[in-house]
């Protein structure tokens, strides 16, 4: 169970805009739901293979509290780590997680939030299907190029995107002032016929992520980058701004 509450925290939480998360677990799937505070990014995960521990509606909060307990040597190795649960209306639900150490004199609680709670702040939606434009594999050096014009143009807070002789490019600023250009992708086999703009801070945060990324972007006005863990699934929808 702790890989897995390693592999959430560090695709949420280590995003720097993430602290809580919303857990929606059966028998048969495990998903992961948040939104950024400024409401940016959408988080869509799923585990691979569900997991009994983690079965029930519920909210993670105060991630930063989770990472902090799940990084503490004493719980390295051969740790306990279990669900706490506790009965209401007839109904055994999970209301945290317990940590204990192999010897059992180090422990901590991590509290859950209610269904009830995490349902009022985060309402679940169903992930409608969007006609994705233009897909493909970011490559290791263009995620470099990317963070060079963000560093050379850091006054900027959002990039703009768009197709041009087969090329999806990502501009920073305009030229009344400084600016910058450079090609993200070559040989895209969709159009762009709106000039969108997206957070530069959010995308970069995403693609620094470890594990294997698929970039898409919709004309209708989305991108979605994402992230395959090996444990899970998570995608990340950034709503697209008109510049």
């Not at 901590?108 to 985060?122: G, P, Q, S, W």
């Not at 002789?165 to 501009?171: E, R, T, V």
């Not at 991108?223 to 510049?243: C, F, H, R, W």
């Amino acid at each position: 169970m702790q890989d897995y509450l390693k592999d959430i925290v560090q695709h949420t939480q280590q995003l720097g805009f993430i602290d809580l998360i919303k857990v929606i677990g059966t028998e048969s799937e495990t998903r992961i739901v948040a939104l950024s505070e400024d409401k940016s990014v959408v988080v869509d995960a799923r585990f691979k293979n569900p997991h009994p521990d983690f079965v029930g509606t519920y909210g993670m909060p105060n991630l930063g509290k989770l990472k902090t307990i799940i990084e503490i040597p004493e719980y390295k190795d051969d740790a306990k780590v279990t669900i706490n649960t506790q009965n209401r209306n007839g109904e055994d639900v999970p209301v945290g997680i317990h940590f204990e150490n192999k010897t059992g004199d180090f422990k901590n609680d991590y509290r859950f939030m209610t269904a009830e709670v995490i349902n009022d702040k985060l309402k679940t939606q169903k992930m409608r299907s969007i006609p994705w434009d233009i897909e493909f594999t970011p490559t290791v050096a263009n995620i470099q190029r990317m963070r060079f014009q963000a560093a050379a143009n850091s006054e900027e807070t959002h990039f703009n995107a768009k197709t041009e002789n087969g090329a999806l490019k990502f501009y920073f600023g305009d030229h009344s002032s400084h600016a910058g250009s450079f090609v993200f992708e070559n040989n895209v086999s969709g159009n762009l016929t709106t000039q969108w703009s997206w957070p530069v801070a959010q995308v970069l945060a995403i693609l620094a992520l470890s594990g294997d990324k698929t970039f898409k972007v919709a004309n209708a006005g989305a991108l979605m980058i994402t992230v395959d863990s090996g444990l899970a699934e998570y995608n990340y929808i950034l709503p697209a701004q008109t510049k």
